[in-house]
T-cell receptor
Framework: QQPVQSPQAVILREGEDAVINCSSSKALYSVHWYRQKHGEAPVFLMILLKGGEQKGHEKISASFNEKKQQSSLYLTASQLSYSGTYFCGTGYAGGTSYGKLTFGQGTILTVHP | DTAVSQTPKYLVTQMGNDKSIKCEQNLGHDTMYWYKQDSKKFLKIMFS???????INETVPNRFSPKSPDKAHLNLHINSLELGDSAVYFCASSQGAGLAGKNTGELFFGEGSRLTVL
């Protein structure tokens, strides 16, 4: 089951903040966040594991709410380099899903000067 | 020194042809994957191998046949290409795909191979 990301697209000016959400209908074990720039490969940002932890990576941080089966990615004081498509990838407990990440449909983030 | 490398980067071919994409990783990872990204940017897993053993086969048509000669290499062969096979195919690797379902391994993606079927 594919996780659902919202919003589908965000347009920001440099210095503004954004939140991208990722929701699952199934109980999650892990959530990955990746950023993909046009014509390039997705690049890892962070992993959050079951336990409701919050992680930070410079001005990009994320939270994982196990009860709500969702994760949020926070981008603060956005920079032009933040532009790209953001994907969440979800890992589920269960033998048939070994090593499998299911990606959301992506959120396109555009930062203007 | 590229961590995950795929060849070729671009493939343009006619319907009905057979083509292969090769992938190599020098990260020492134990798990490798093929993902397909369609024109709407949807990233979908196709296969994964752990130490040369097929772990995930996501109801991909059997025209697609992956092969892992060793844990550093994962190739994808596609027979009888169809228009709908046009996409970008990403190889990826990770260490510690972990216990069943507990994917804690960060994915390292190759640059992608853009396949266009005419």
């Amino acid at each position: 089951q594919q996780p659902v990301q919202s919003p589908q697209a965000v347009i920001l000016r440099e210095g503004e903040d954004a939140v991208i959400n990722c929701s699952s209908s199934k109980a999650l074990y892990s959530v990955h966040w990746y950023r993909q720039k046009h014509g390039e490969a997705p690049v890892f940002l962070m992993i959050l594991l079951k336990g409701g932890e919050q992680k930070g990576h410079e001005k990009i941080s994320a939270s994982f709410n196990e009860k709500k089966q969702q994760s949020s990615l926070y981008l603060t004081a956005s920079q032009l380099s933040y532009s790209g498509t953001y994907f969440c990838g979800t890992g589920y407990a269960g033998g048939t899903s070994y090593g499998k990440l299911t990606f959301g449909q992506g959120t396109i983030l555009t930062v203007h000067p | 020194d590229t961590a995950v490398s795929q060849t070729p980067k671009y493939l343009v071919t006619q319907m009905g042809n057979d083509k292969s994409i090769k992938c190599e990783q020098n990260l020492g990872h134990d798990t490798m994957y093929w993902y397909k990204q369609d024109s709407k940017k949807f990233l979908k897993i196709m296969f994964s191998y752990n130490n040369k053993e097929l772990i995930i086969n996501e109801t991909v048509p059997n025209r697609f046949s992956p092969k892992s000669p060793d844990k550093a290499h994962l190739n994808l062969h596609i027979n009888s290409l169809e228009l709908g096979d046009s996409a970008v195919y990403f190889c990826a690797s990770s260490q510690g795909a972990g216990l069943a379902g507990k994917n804690t391994g960060e994915l390292f993606f190759g640059e992608g191979s853009r396949l266009t079927v005419l």
